[in-house]
């Protein structure tokens, strides 16, 4: 069984910085054929939205229109873990962070507990 733990949120002034942590066990990064990660934010009575998310076979990335140039996700194989490095925080950036885990062009099954990212104006 997948569990996924993240870590690294927090309160932060606007145009601070903040890095986030989701780290797999139970299997490998290389045990996984076509599988993504990456978080998405999901706000109170709203639907959960990308935010960013790796490919852990290609590494290729694709991010939401609104934090592009600000957040950037990266992977290490060796530790099973992504983070996603988020820079230039704006209020707005303020939710819940969900890391997931799951083959991509599919619903996810795996996903973390969340974890608060508070951003004051």
């Known amino acids: 069984q997948v569990q996924l733990v993240e870590s690294g949120g927090g309160l932060v002034q606007a145009g601070g910085s903040l890095r986030l942590s989701c780290a797999a066990s139970?299997?490998?990064?290389?045990?996984?054929?076509?599988?993504?990660m990456g978080w998405y934010l999901q706000d109170p009575g709203k639907e959960r939205e990308l935010v960013a998310v790796?490919?852990?076979?290609?590494?290729?990335?694709w991010y939401a229109e609104s934090v592009q140039e600000r957040f950037t996700i990266s992977r290490d194989n060796a530790k099973n873990t992504v983070y996603l490095q988020m820079n230039r925080l704006k209020p707005e950036d303020t939710a819940v962070y969900y890391c997931g885990l799951g083959e991509l062009g599919s619903p996810w099954p795996y996903w973390g507990q969340g974890t608060q990212v508070n951003v004051s104006s």
């Open positions: 139970g299997r490998t990064f290389s045990s996984f054929t076509n599988y993504g």
């Open positions: 790796i490919s852990l076979t290609s590494g290729r990335t």
